[in-house]
């Protein structure tokens, strides 16, 4: 399904979220308090679907006086690195949120959910099952038949507790045995049917290192590790709502007082013509599908910011979109126009050429510059103005020119004039022609020195203006070209499965012969700029090309402004 096109307003569409966060401190409930945490498991870059619920979690925290703690859900040790924390931390603090001193790990927690086990172990709440966890699965029955009970189920205590033991000090093999919670096997929610709660991994783990050989699963460390921090809302996403009846079986049997978390879901973010899903966004790095986690077509923030977004577009983006209990597939426009706001308000307008044309003026002086002075920013005044040098030769781009224009070509064409913009009117007298490829290769022209622009020029005006940039002060750029990742609105929501066949072959396009404006050369990575005329670009910090190479970010039409006229 795909979201209508009219772009909600946040107090609209937080308002089920914070009303309930708002009542429950109204009440005083949890002394007034709120504290919430953002929970990634480090198996993977975060993606912009992640920015959501940091921006919910970090929000919502900042907005009421609470706090937000970073908690890494390090359960599985087979899928985690160090790699991913470090990268997520990174990104977190890059979209302007911090968890000060807040940094934790479920795997901090491992003693506590351990002995819990055991604790419920000796309640006669968990028994560890000797079964193959395929059998496991199908006497779980359906949802409209009830499930069978293990053979294991009732198992004694004592045996119970020393083989959980025996389990964790390595006597067994990897998926010989598990823990179960005895829950209710008829229960119509199929995660309290007997849910596995610890399995053997002999994989030493990142933090913890050998010390243990059984691990929590995700869903007996999640919510416990709430708990264990205090946290008085878990913000997380609707897939969570049917496992909330464990969560809470599992705080009932742990808690000593009134306290619990508040678990509250809301929709996740998943963006037309591309996917969302970590585990598929690992196969397209690891298959060389695109060049790495940061390339600049992933959806993932690393990949947003190496495209030349910014935090503040991604933020408004979510902003727009909202928090709201239905799934949806967001237009990835309506992204691509946030960005586009941002960066007419904070880029400069810069000059360059990505398929150069060489324009010669015949009649002005050789060896003659000037310097042009331009606005960087028509938005912003306090961005100044440029100087850029114009001489006798310039490059234009190859289509602003053609031999024989259709109706309302309003560039260059035989006995046309445009304005190049900030410099002069120029006329087209000729031009050079290869004649076995039919391509352009020279384009000659006369100036009227009467026109300079903002000089005290005559008032002529013509219809076009072009960008340029002079030939003998061009800094050679290379200059990458990105459209959409898939062809396919959903890639991910088809019936097969394979994603991959709806990768786009022509995602990326990357032109070597550009030509760009001198006050590019000291351009920095990740510098952002309106190449006039094109689109919005930025710096990329890729040391295997000897030139300035530059992404465009978006291009300049906004179609999703047009949709909304
Ligand atoms: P996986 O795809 O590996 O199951 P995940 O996408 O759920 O993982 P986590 O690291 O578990 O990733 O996510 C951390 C938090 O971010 C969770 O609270 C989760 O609900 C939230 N989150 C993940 N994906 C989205 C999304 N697309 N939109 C909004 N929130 C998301
Ligand atoms: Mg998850």
Known sequence: MKENNEPVTRSESQSFIESFIGKDLKDGKNRGKIHTRFPPEPNGYLHIGHAKAICLDFGMAKKYGGKCNLRFDDTNPVKEEVEYIDSIKEDIHWLGFDWEEREFYASDYFGKLYNFAADLIKRGLAYVDDQPADLISSQKGTPSQPGTDSPYRNRQVNENLDLFNRMNKGEFDEGSRVLRAKVDMNSPNMHMRDPIIYRIIKSPHHRTGSTWMVYPMYDFAHGQSDYFEGITHSLCTLEFEVHRPLYDWFIDQLKSDDYRPRQIEFNRLNLTYTIM?????????????????????????????????????????????????????????????????????????????????????????????????????????????????????????????????????????????????????????????????????????TYDQN??????????????????VSAQHAVDAEVRLYDRLFIHEDPAGQKDDDYRKFLNPDSLKILKGCKVEPSLRSARPLEKFQFQRLGYFCVDYDSTSSKPVFNRTVQLKDTWAKVNK
């Open 451 to 468: 026109t300079r622009s903002g000089g005290n020029a005559s008032d002529k005006k013509v219809k076009g203006t072009l960008h340029w």
């Open 277 to 445: 899903s970590k585990r598929k966004l690992l196969e397209l790095v690891q298959e060389e599908k695109v060049r790495g986690w940061d390339d600049p077509r992933m959806p993932t923030l690393c990949g947003l910011r190496r495209r030349g977004y910014t935090p503040e577009s991604i933020k408004r983006f979510v902003d727009l979109i909202g928090y709201t209990k239905v799934e949806a597939i967001n237009d990835v426009s309506l992204l691509e126009h946030a960005v586009r706001e941002d960066l007419n308000m904070k880029t400069p307008r810069v000059f360059g050429v990505l398929n150069p044309l060489k324009v010669i003026i015949k009649n002005y002086p050789e060896g003659q510059v000037e310097n042009v002075e331009l606005i960087n920013n028509p938005e912003d005044e306090s961005m100044g103005k440029r100087v850029v040098p114009f001489s006798r030769e310039v490059y234009i781009e190859q289509d602003d020119f053609m031999e024989t224009p259709p109706n309302k070509f309003f560039r260059l064409a035989p006995g046309m004039e445009v304005r190049l913009k900030g410099a002069y009117i120029i006329k087209c007298e000729g031009f050079k022609k290869n004649e076995k490829t039919g391509a352009i290769e020279e384009v000659y022209c």
